[in-house]
């Protein structure tokens, strides 16, 4: 069991998630900071400040990522680092942090991946309207354009948006992530909206300031439904891609536009009532040529046929394996994932994101023994080398995360790292898994 040579073995993590320092080198605010401090949507009450530390220890954490061996690190830049009120006034000190971080990154032969929106928004744009104001498409544009200017010169990767369903659904028609608000389904639309025209405009500001040719991907969760046989594939590719209404937590409504130039047309009936204006160019405007789908996948949904024909969700058999996130195992959304993706939208893929929280100790001899987490990467990664032997093209491997880090609304009680993180002393010892993934990743897979 081999992959193809030129596969890359990543981790992945987010600004909000590992930096700290919130208050330091002249950082703004972010929604996240404020929904901390004021909202009660963090189960143990705590913040982003100062989880990893991550601002101060980076270099430590390059270390460890040469100790295990990964390839590449997918990393989201702190907008509010860069542009304490969300536009015009640059803070140098931001981005020369990232710079510098790139830079020693490349000099160990780490290839960095760069997330330009992992959902902390500045709280100084969301003052102004955040997502529901016109004009947020060109503030993440011109954000978009001083990072690229900065950093392309060494960064040949970039993922515009992370997840854009939960910034905008969680965020804004649920309300337990940030900003928190609850609005009606018009609003969580034409957010929605805003955020796909910011997707566009990214990528042309990006192409505008790149210093070499960009590879540019978006990374959004992606929901799969699994089919119980063969015969159900029909059915489940139909239930994966369809749009329900009353939430925007679906795959098309985001990716027809980005990658085929076009709202799906269930979405548009299942939304008639509440749809935003939609403008001549917009279409254009978001279906920009790029170069890759990033799939977020952790877990997914079983359908079968009905006697009747129709899609009948299976339960997940009683005392199923489970994660510490209360998430279903289901390797095989690895291998249909990136199978029905490919097929829809014809892009490479990377599995930007998979990975599982899982009740880890330090143990009495001082190491971190994790037996499950071994055993989820090695069962999801062995789907997704089928949908490779399948002819679909998926390129690299992701794991979510390098680091134990603050979970958002789960603070800091979910722990998904390779590495485990002591919060008070901030000692950060390789986990079984991560010691793991070092043989997995210098074997390219065999040991699987
Ligand atoms: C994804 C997020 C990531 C992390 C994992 C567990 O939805 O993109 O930041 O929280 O889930």
Same mark, same amino acid.
């Given at each position: ?106 000099? +160990?032969?780490?290839?960095? @991946? *760069?997330? %330009?929106? !992992?959902?902390?928004?500045?709280? $100084? ?5 955040? /997502? ?29 948006? +992370?997840?854009?369903?939960? @910034? *905008?659904? %969680?965020? !804004?028609?649920?309300?337990?992530? $940030? ?5 009606? /389904? ?263």
């Amino acid at each position: 069991m081999k992959f193809p040579d030129h596969f890359i073995w990543g981790t992945s993590t987010s600004s909000y998630q590992i930096e700290g320092a919130v208050n330091e080198d002249g950082r703004g605010s972010s929604v996240w900071d404020e929904a901390c401090r004021y909202q009660s949507i963090v189960q143990d009450g705590r913040s982003g400040d100062p989880a990893c530390d991550h601002y101060h220890r980076w270099a430590e954490d390059i270390g460890i990522m040469k100790e295990i061996g990964v390839q590449a690190y997918r990393m989201s830049i702190s907008w509010p680092r860069i542009l304490p009120d969300g536009t015009s006034k640059i803070n140098q000190k931001g981005l020369d942090f990232y710079l510098r971080l790139v830079e020693e990154l490349v000099k +160990n032969g780490v290839t960095p @991946y *760069i997330t %330009l929106f !992992h959902w902390d928004f500045p709280y $100084a744009l969301y003052r102004k309207g955040g /997502m529901l104001n016109d004009e947020s498409p060109d503030w993440f544009a011109e954000y978009a354009g001083i990072v690229t200017e900065k950093l392309s010169t060494l960064v040949s990767h970039w993922i515009t948006l +992370n997840e854009p369903q939960c @910034y *905008i659904d %969680l965020g !804004h028609r649920i309300g337990f992530h $940030a900003p928190g608000l609850t609005l009606p /389904m018009n609003e969580v639309l034409r957010a929605a909206h805003n955020m796909l025209l910011a997707h566009g405009k990214m990528v042309m500001a990006m192409r505008a300031a790149a210093k070499q040719p960009l590879k540019i991907g978006i990374a959004p969760a992606c929901m799969v439904v699994c089919p119980e046989n063969e015969k159900d594939t029909a059915l489940a590719r139909n239930e994966t891609f369809r749009v329900k209404a009353g939430t925007t937590f679906n795959n098309t409504w985001w990716l027809d536009p980005v990658f085929l130039g076009s709202y799906p047309e269930d979405g548009l009936r299942a939304y008639e009532k509440d749809l935003p204006p939609i403008g001549a160019d917009d279409m254009k405007i978001i279906h920009q040529p790029i170069d890759f789908l990033g799939q977020n996948i952790y877990h997914g949904t079983v359908v079968r046929k009905s006697a009747d024909g129709r899609a009948e969700y299976v339960a997940p058999k009683a005392g199923g394996e489970m994660t510490d996130m209360g998430w279903n195992v289901v390797p095989q959304s690895l291998y249909w994932g990136p199978k029905f993706f490919y097929e829809r939208y014809r892009k490479p893929i990377i599995i930007s994101e998979n990975g599982m929280a899982n009740l880890d100790w330090v143990s009495a001899d001082g190491k971190v023994h994790d037996p499950q987490r071994i055993e989820f990467m090695r069962r999801y990664i062995r789907e997704n080398l089928r949908a490779i032997q399948d002819g679909v093209d998926v390129r690299g491997y992701f794991y979510w995360s390098l680091l134990d880090n603050f979970e958002w609304e789960r603070g800091y009680t979910k722990r998904f790292g390779l590495v485990y993180v002591d919060y008070e002393t901030q000692q950060r010892p390789i986990k079984d898994s991560g010691r793991w993934y070092h043989d997995l990743i210098v074997s390219n897979g065999e040991i699987l």
